[in-house]
């Protein structure tokens, strides 16, 4: 048996334990030792981190060769359009590359608690929600697809990866399993 932790990262921590200048860390909430990151989840966005105490889970998890899925919901500036939506959905060529197909749909606004510190509002500019799952993960590749198709990201929440989630788990606060790896 594997343990692993689902945290639900606030905005403004750093996916790390050490201490980073006057950043806060990962240590303010998680306490047991011998957990690492599986994969990243930037300050500014929120959401599902996993931290696992083993290795081949952690490989299982980050690594884009096993083709995760992760979800994430999505705020963006402006009222999108279907096609950017089609756009988002097909790939985006980035400078390191083209994207994977994703599964992207408009949304409603997710029940999220309020940002700290919320983000800027413009009051003739809508903004819209989507809901985006892709399958890889390159450095701030959300944030890069949304922009490349010219509607920034205002809001980044990781929702689930694979089959955990975030549902019943509170801003900073995190919930433990065992997980059972199956031989590969």
Same mark, same amino acid.
């Given at each position: ?16 334990? +050490?201490? #980073?200048?006057?950043? !806060?860390? /990962? *240590?303010?909430?998680?306490?047991? %030792?011998?957990?690492?990151? @599986? ?46 939506? +089609?756009? #988002?959905?097909?790939? !985006?060529? /980035? *400078?390191?590359?083209?994207?994977? %197909?994703?599964?992207?749909? @408009? ?48 809001? #980044? ?28």
């Amino acid at each position: 048996m594997t343990n692993l932790i689902l945290f639900n990262k606030p905005f403004g921590v750093v996916s790390q334990f +050490s201490d #980073l200048d006057d950043k !806060v860390t /990962l *240590k303010k909430y998680i306490q047991t %030792k011998g957990f690492y990151p @599986a994969g990243r989840l930037d300050h500014d966005s929120e959401g599902l981190l996993l931290l696992t105490n083993n290795g081949k889970l952690q490989a299982r998890i980050a690594n884009p060769r096993f083709k995760m899925p992760k979800t994430y919901w999505v705020q963006v500036d402006g009222a999108i359009s279907q096609e950017a939506i +089609s756009q #988002l959905s097909q790939g !985006v060529k /980035l *400078k390191d590359g083209m994207t994977r %197909k994703a599964e992207v749909m @408009a949304i409603d606004a997710p029940d999220l608690p309020p940002r700290q510190p919320p983000i800027r509002t413009r009051k003739h500019i809508p903004t819209s929600w989507l809901s985006i799952t892709i399958s890889e993960g390159k450095n701030r590749q959300v944030r890069r697809m949304t922009a490349n198709v010219g509607y920034p990201t205002l809001r #980044l929440f990781r929702q689930s990866i694979g089959s955990w989630n975030v549902d019943q788990i509170k801003a900073g606060s995190y919930s433990a399993l065992s997980v059972h790896l199956p031989n590969t």
